[in-house]
């Protein structure tokens, strides 16, 4: 699971009875921060991010982060682009991609919302909640009560939450896609 948080400015110290130390994920911050204080943090990434992209210096670091992607999309894909397709039309539509990605990016992080991108482990049982079968005709009530599972999870499930009205309750946006198996 993805989470958005962002991570504490001091780093938690264990209970002097642990044998080690444990890291402090993102799931584990969620859990421990209260709704104000996770929303002091989002409001805090906000103005941060808000004024980082109205700085001088964005211009620059934009071009160069939508480079760095869009080598980095040609890396992945390069294998599987058929080799009749025009080499300058797939770069041009991967460098579209890259902008549009930068611009959502963008969007999320200066949101006053939190957003969680969830991607469920393979092997789970279906859930007609969270869950969208890609691959099978059943009702997605069907497969929840035959206890079918997932086998891939194409895309992620996406929530969001206001805590700024004092409370957590996740909203979905979309379920996630998924390859489902008996």
Known sequence: MVSDS????SPVQPPSSSPRPRELTNTTTDAI???EQRNTLVDQRARTIKAFVGG???PKTRTEMLVKHLNRFKDMVAP???PTVSRAEATNELSTL???ALRVSGMINMSPLSFQFIFNECGIKFSEQSHHSLNCDLTPMELQARHWRLMCVVTPGI???DDTQGHVDPHFISKANVLVMQ
């Open 6 to 9: 962002i991570p504490l400015s």
């Open 33 to 35: 921060l209260t709704p």
């Open 56 to 58: 001088q210096s964005w």
């Open 80 to 82: 599987f682009i058929n």
């Open 98 to 100: 890259c902008e549009r």
């Open 159 to 161: 929530t969001y939450r």
